[in-house]
């Protein structure tokens, strides 16, 4: 038995906030992933930080099990702590391999609901792009037939424990914001320009929860290079640079990359570049042997 499960990380939210009361977020899905494996060529489980071995213990006693039929790998290019869904996808790719090695499948909702149930958590393992309520799991809407964007990711230093970051939110209230209320309105507009600026407004309005130095001064010198927006992992230490893909060379676009970091390593040093990555739909990706299943 072979089974390789992988779930992309994220560059922080396109928006997160309140609406009517009620914690929501849009996750920015890209293309760096956990990647699980399941294998009889494995022995015992390899890899899992705690929360993941949580999600592999839930799922076994879900599904009335006392251990795998084979052996567990984890492996992640997430850096843990930063706001790029490194939990979730840890989460969520252990529990639908573990799922599936015992015969079984768990849709994409019943990962998120495992996953909120275990902490605060977002969407990527749902197909698209989606809006959820980030404490119960509950889906609020999806968006489809986005543009290609990709994403230069920086992080300001340090790490958040998500669980003690919406802990405090929670206790503190937090009300809802009109930027978030008209970036909203932006997502649904779903022009590389209306989402880029929904981002930036949602960043902005975060800066009043979780500021991160160096967010002003990285979109006043990314604009002109033809970006269209900086996400932020609200609940996390990273911006991220948004470019609209195809509307020039890869030429072009790489050289603008080039000089938006030589800025930074100038004007911006304390910002560390995790890298450029593929804004993608979000999904588990399940592939048995050379055959591959997206649920």
Known sequence: ????????????????????????????PIACYTTVRVSTALTGVQGLGAKAVQALQRVLQHFGARQLPAGMQLQSDLPPGKGMSSSTAD????????????????????????????EPSD????????????????????????PELAVTVYDTGG?????????????????ENAAVTQACKLLRQGTAADIGQAALLSAQAN??????????????????????????AHSGTVLGVLWPVGQRTAMAQQQAQRTLQDYVNRQLPQLACLGTYAVVPGGVRIHFSKETLIS
């Not at 089974?3 to 977020?25: D, K, M, S």
């Not at 969407?123 to 489809?144: D, F, S």
């Not at 800066?207 to 996400?231: D, F, H, M, N, S």
Request: aromatic share 8%; proline share 5%; with cysteine.
């Open 1 to 28: 038995m072979e089974i390789t499960v992988q779930v992309p990380g994220a560059a922080g939210e396109f928006v997160q906030g309140v609406q009517n009361g009620t914690p929501f977020l849009v996750t920015c």
């Open 91 to 118: 989460i969520c790719a252990v529990s639908a391999a573990a799922a599936q090695a015992l015969g079984h499948t768990l849709s994409p909702v019943e990962l998120l609901q495992l996953a909120c149930h275990i």
């Open 123 to 146: 969407g990527v393992m749902l197909p698209g792009w989606t809006r959820i309520n980030q404490q119960t799991g509950y889906l609020y809407a999806q968006y489809q037939d986005w």
């Open 159 to 175: 790490t958040v424990d998500t669980q003690a970051f919406h802990a405090r939110q929670i206790s503190a209230g937090l009300c």
């Open 207 to 232: 800066q009043a929860v979780l500021p991160k130095a160096g967010l002003t001064e990285l979109w006043q010198a990314a604009e002109p290079l033809g970006a269209v927006g900086i996400t932020a």
